[in-house]
């Protein structure tokens, strides 16, 4: 999505690119550092940005996300929970949306039980769930 007029040209010193989406806590935008990084901003809307809670709640969610780490998160980079607009950014990971992925895969979907072991004998009429590997 393309940067809306209302939407400011940095955040936190990060110069804004793209307006990634946007949900009922805030807008995420593209960004890029001043060395080229690219990073995803959640910047939270005004209308909780003067709730004192909320603050303490986002400061909490950063704290937490700060903590996490592993292959498959993207890691914080920097957050301002005191800003007129409190924000958090995170490495941007580029892919597919998940309304996009989801549109793709309904198209092509298998029958599940097409994927359940390739030898196995079941039949397809039949539960997709695994058959159970406890003793009666």
Partial sequence: MALRDSDPSEVGGYRT??????GGMGVVYLARSASGRRLAIKVVHSQYADDDEFRTRFRREVAAARRVSGAFTAPVVDADAD?????????????????????????????????????????????????????T
């Avoid at 793709?104 to 196995?120: E, K, V």
């Fill in 17 to 22: 690119e793209d307006r990634l989406g946007s």
């Fill in 83 to 135: 800003a007129p607009h409190p924000w958090m950014a995170t490495l941007y990971i580029p892919a597919r949306t998940s309304a996009r992925t989801s549109a793709g895969t309904a198209r092509s979907r298998r029958p599940a039980c097409a994927a359940w072991p390739p030898a196995s004998p079941r039949p397809c009429a039949t539960s997709t769930a695994p058959e159970s590997s406890t003793a």
